[in-house]
């Protein structure tokens, strides 16, 4: 197994997820990570070319956390939010079901 190529490969599957805010593929590229990383270790001394390789994967990989922890904070600010005018939406449901009815 060429290591160097799978490392700058799963640095880009990372990348285009990260890009495309495609939470299911960040989920399945971390799974793959976990069990790819410690199999390429285990295949001895890295070269030059493969820690750069494996830095560059390292920087994609926080990234994409940062992403990840953005959107986790962006997602509860906006329950937070929806909670805090749930009287309001039911409110504005009911009025529109019953200018709908006409009563």
């Avoid at 390429?40 to 994409?64: F, I, N």
């Amino acid at each position: 197994m060429d290591r160097h190529k799978t490392l700058l490969q799963l640095a880009q599957q990372l990348s285009a997820a990260t890009a495309a805010s495609d939470w299911a593929a960040l989920a399945a590229i971390n799974t793959l990570l976990c069990a790819s990383l410690p199999a390429l270790a285990a295949q001895g001394e890295w070269t030059p070319a493969e820690r750069a390789a494996l830095a560059a994967l390292r920087d994609v990989h926080v990234a994409a956390v940062a992403k990840v922890d953005s959107a986790t904070v962006e997602t509860g600010q906006h329950l937070n939010d929806m909670t805090h005018n749930r009287e309001g939406w039911l409110a504005y449901a009911l009025d529109s079901d019953n200018a709908a009815t006409g009563t």
